[in-house]
């Protein structure tokens, strides 16, 4: 049974970081894309960075670009996500994902691509 995890999240002043964690288990974790996504109250979720099957290539929303960095540790069967330079818009719960297959810019950061999800972690950015 896959299982995802996620923590790290919390509460930070504009300008600040975080590192969120999503821990694994139940699959063969290097065969799998892993994305990061993000709600926002009233707001559909949205794709935030995605990892390819075994770490390689990277994607990014460009509205994270250059601010957050999506990386994984197979040894451990996690995925980070370092958020530097938090802004108020960043405000959001945010959900770790995992799919078989997810090839291209959209796929890898489009919802629908992805089976399995976590229960999300809550993100919240003061001004």
């Known amino acids: 049974q896959v299982q995802l995890v996620e923590s790290g999240g919390g509460s930070v002043q504009a300008g600040g970081s975080l590192r969120l964690s999503c821990a694994a288990s139940?699959?063969?974790?290097?065969?799998?894309?892993m994305g990061w996504f993000r709600q926002a109250p009233g707001k559909e979720r949205e794709g935030v960075a995605a990892i390819a099957a075994g770490g390689g290539r990277t994607y990014y929303a460009d509205s994270v670009k250059g601010r957050f960095t999506i990386s994984q540790d197979n040894a451990k069967n996690t995925l980070y996500l370092q958020m530097n330079s938090l802004k108020p818009e960043d405000t959001a719960v945010y959900y770790c994902a995992a799919s078989a297959y997810a090839g291209g810019w959209y796929a890898a950061l489009h919802t629908g691509t992805y089976k399995y999800w976590g229960q999300g972690t809550q993100v919240t950015v003061s001004s």
């Open positions: 139940g699959y063969t974790y290097r065969t799998y894309w």
